[in-house]
């Protein structure tokens, strides 16, 4: 079996191939103190051959398991291209940070760009926001699809965009059309981001953000093509690196 | 080392506790930075010992300038001609503006939202925890940016501050402004030492500085020169170079060339930090002020190896000299010191393409695999520049990576995940490229 370990900053994500390149097993939990660990337990009884890591944690696997790593943007460039070869460009959005990935015909990435440490712009943001009005990340869309009206949230900043919302709130704005504001702002954000790399077909949204069905939708409406979400948006990390762990056996066979 | 030097800081008036604080953590910082490293030159050892008595043995050499009555000043920018201090027998130093530890206190006075050299230093200067800033006659500003020349009217109400009108532009009125601007520096000097500097001493100045510039210059080149074998790593290298900025010039052009009489024997033997096959990364950009290392580090412990810095606390500082040919007066030397002076491509200047020139020659003689774009954050002239030299970079088809940042450490692993994946594209490419 070949693994891949995204050592993310909310939660850490396993994802293991067959010698036959299928996708057998997916694991995810909440990235605790000592996620290699966690990771060491649940490895425990399986038939490992070779464990690539990436994320933010990515090291401290390295140092657990003495293997390879690899940075999440080589990792997310594989993951897109194992379910879409014909991929161009890839959207993450993830818990502590956002990025823009171009991809070439052989599914290496040729350029990409990342946020500068900021959390408008990220999965951080949604959560936050969440949290005010008392939602669950999982309602979000839902809830944002029901508005009556499209209010814009001006503040970038993560930090003024919650006391926008609370002053929202206070004027008696919906809960639905608040989300919208808010959904509608991160969209806009990730679309001047895509828009500086020159976005083309095939566009992929992977990460925690892609599970957001409105967020999907604006996105699309927003850059003009349509954005393809893949299985497991949340796993692409991981799978990448699997996939990665695969090609270096490759390399010596 | 701090008891020792407690009388010194005494007489200076500083914060002990908060120092001690400090130096603790500097100490720390520096013994992970950069004792941790591998097959370090035996040379570099003077390097680390400066380091480790920055403000303890560096600070008792000033206190003698001090009590013969020369003048000691303190500087955040290359365009303050040296020469002039170090002919009248005093000293010119670098003031430290790369730390965190004292931004909380300069944010009291100063926005946060400017870039954090100036409040590191600023902060510096209200904690009292810097002797090289208690000790100086004054401190030494510029109006090469907005966040600076505001901050030296405030400053100037803690601590004595010489402002130098700095052109934006490179014209014949800039440069008429600029040199009347040296003879004013020169006679604030002369108001100090009590008498005129001659012919002679302005000369040996120069010499001595031009002798400096050439020993860093030396480095630049042993350092990059051969594609394979890298003799030093780029964080000594930065140390060096950081280190020039505060230490007598003399003994410091003597300890390069003896680091690099040891580089070229490395190279002679084949001695070398990195494999041969490891990115070589230009870094280009906002100064590093010590103790701001943590760009260096992150490239070089994720496989990269950084071979050279366009930036004041780098090539810039030190590529031109001062041509003493055929000079015959006071008048000739200041003219050829205007001249040197209007060579520097600060961002601070519009137009400003000589810069991006430089760049991209220096990128294919040094034989570069990458340039990171390093930008403080609000460091607005580096930071609206970044746009026009990577576009041009983007033409030469030269890989390039840009990142903004602060002292902070919170961004370390984000900025580790971008030049791990810089690092990757340009292994990649390279492979690419052997194959074919
Ligand atoms: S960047 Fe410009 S202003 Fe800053 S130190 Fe260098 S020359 Fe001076
Ligand atoms: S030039 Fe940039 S780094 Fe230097 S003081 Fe000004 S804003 Fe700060």
């Known amino acids: 079996m070949f693994y891949g370990i995204d050592v993310g900053s909310t939660y850490t994500k396993i994802a293991g191939f067959n010698e036959e390149r299928e996708i057998i097993d997916l694991h995810v939990f909440p990235t605790q103190v000592n996620p290699d660990e966690d990771v060491k337990k649940f490895l425990k009884d399986k038939n490992v051959e070779v464990i690539v890591s990436t994320g933010y944690g990515r090291y401290m696997i390295k140092d657990s398991f003495n293997c390879p790593v690899i940075s999440e943007i080589k990792a997310h460039a594989k993951g897109a291209y194992h379910f879409f070869p014909d991929v161009k460009t890839v959207i993450d959005l993830g818990g502590q940070d956002s990025k823009v990935i171009k991809v070439d015909e052989d599914g290496n990435f040729s350029d990409f760009k990342m946020n500068d440490k900021c959390a408008a712009g990220t999965g951080k943001f949604l959560e936050i926001v969440a949290s005010r009005l008392g939602v669950s990340l999982n309602e979000f869309a839902s809830l944002g699809e029901n508005a009556d009206k499209k209010i814009k949230i001006t503040s970038m900043c993560a930090v003024f965009a919650e006391s926008e919302v609370i002053s929202l709130l206070a004027k008696k704005e919906s809960v639905e059309n608040i989300v919208y504001g808010v959904v509608d702002s991160i969209a806009d954000r990730l679309v001047s981001m895509v828009k500086s790399l020159r976005p083309e077909e095939r566009i992929v949204f992977s990460g925690g953000g892609a599970l957001n069905s409105l967020l999907v939708k604006l996105l699309g409406e927003k850059l003009g093509y349509k954005v393809y979400v893949p299985q497991y948006p949340q796993f692409l990390g991981a799978i990448g690196a699997a996939v990665s762990a695969i090609e270096l056996v490759g390399d010596f066979v | 080392m701090s008891e020792k030097y407690v009388d010194i800081y ?6 002990i506790e908060k120092h001690s604080e400090l130096m ?57 001609p040296e020469e002039i201090v170090v002919a009248s027998g005093g000293a010119c130093y670098g003031l430290c503006g790369g730390a965190q530890f004292s931004i909380p206190d300069a944010e009291r006075d100063l926005p946060r939202n400017i ?62 402004l600029w040199r009347e601007e040296i003879y004013e520096f020169k006679n604030h000097i002369e108001e100090i030492v009590g008498k005129e500097l001659t012919f002679e001493e302005l000369k040996k100045g120069v010499e001595i500085i031009n002798k400096k510039r050439e020993a860093l210059q030396r480095l630049d080149y042993l350092r990059s020169t051969k594609p394979d074998i890298v003799p030093i790593s780029g964080l000594d290298s930065l140390l060096v170079t950081q280190i020039s900025f505060y230490d007598d010039p003399e003994r410091f052009s003597d300890k390069v060339f003896e680091l690099c009489d040891e580089l070229e024997e490395r190279i002679d033997k084949g001695i070398s930090v990195c494999e041969s096959d490891t990115p070589r990364i230009m870094v280009i950009g906002t100064p590093m002020a010590p103790p701001n290392w943590k760009l260096h580090q992150v490239v070089e412990t994720t496989g990269g190896i950084v071979i050279n810095e366009e930036a004041c606390i780098g090539h810039r500082y030190f590529k031109d000299n001062i041509d003493l040919d055929g000079v015959e007066s006071v008048e000739d030397i200041i003219e050829r010191m205007l001249e040197r002076y209007m060579k520097i491509d600060c961002a601070c200047f519009t137009p400003n393409d000589e810069r991006i020139d430089k760049i991209i020659k220096m990128y294919r003689e040094k034989k570069a695999d990458g340039i990171i774009y390093y930008t403080l954050s609000f460091c607005h002239t580096y930071n609206v520049e970044s746009k026009k030299v990577i576009d041009r970079l983007k033409e030469e088809k030269i890989p390039v990576l840009k990142i903004e940042s602060d002292y902070s450490a919170e961004d370390v692993g984000q900025i580790k995940t971008r030049v791990e994946a810089f690092l990757e594209s340009i292994r990649f490419k390279k492979s690419f490229k052997a194959k074919r």
Not at chain 2, 10 to 15: A, E, G, Q, T
Not at chain 2, 57 to 78: A, S
């Open chain 2, 10 to 15: 005494k007489k200076l008036d500083m914060d």
């Open chain 2, 24 to 80: 603790s953590a500097l100490f720390q910082l520096f013994s992970d930075v950069f004792l941790t490293q591998k097959n370090r030159p035996e040379n570099i050892k003077y390097f680390d010992w400066l380091m480790s008595e920055i403000h303890g043995k560096r600070i008792e050499e000033l206190m003698e300038f001090k009590d013969k009555n020369k003048p000691l000043v303190g500087t955040f920018c290359i365009f303050i």
């Open chain 2, 115 to 176: 870039c954090p050299l100036i409040k590191s230093a600023y902060g510096f200067k209200v904690q009292r925890t810097c002797p090289y800033t208690q000790i100086s006659n004054f401190i030494y500003g510029e109006t090469t940016c907005e966040a600076k020349k505001k901050t030296w009217e405030i400053l100037n109400d803690l601590h004595p501050t010489h402002v130098m009108h700095i052109p934006h532009m490179k014209g014949k009125r800039e440069k008429d």
